[in-house]
Nanobody, 126 residues
Framework: QVQLVESGGGLVQAGGSLRLSCAVSGRSLLGVIMSWFRQAPGKEREFVSGIIWGRGTTYYADSVKGRFTISRDAGTNTVYLQMSSLKPEDTAVYYC???????????????????WGQGTQVTVSS
């Protein structure tokens, strides 16, 4: 497992941008899969975006493709989620998650991830 600390949430108007950060510590991240999930009130936690740390391969949910960008900084062990063209339906608590199983394949299911951050609120007003 790893320790995850998120930051960067807040209130923004529709069409605006936010960048979320997730500081990772606790072990080497080679082979680890880092993802962002979100959970809106009354809804299940859903996959937003993921990155395979070593290869840099990225994945996106259809609902955010073209608007969100995931990246990582190996020097600071930080994962970012740049969110642009935000919509009210993007409002949710956003969680950073890590899959340290090292099997090399990204899973969209929250159950696969063994480490979670505390969550950061993103609110998009119309």
């Amino acid at each position: 497992q790893v320790q995850l600390v998120e930051s960067g949430g807040g209130l923004v108007q529709a069409g605006g941008s936010l960048r979320l950060s997730c500081a990772v510590s606790g072990r080497s991240l080679l082979g680890v899969i880092m993802s962002w999930f979100r959970q809106a009130p009354g809804k299940e936690r859903e996959f937003v975006s993921g990155i395979i740390w070593g290869r840099g391969t990225t994945y996106y949910a259809d609902s955010v493709k073209g608007r969100f960008t995931i990246s990582r900084d190996a020097g600071t062990n930080t994962v970012y989620l740049q969110m642009s063209s935000l919509k009210p339906e993007d409002t949710a608590v956003y969680y950073c998650a890590a899959d340290t199983s090292l099997d090399g394949s990204l899973d969209y299911s929250a159950q696969r991830y063994d480490s979670w951050g505390q969550g950061t609120q993103v609110t998009v007003s119309s």
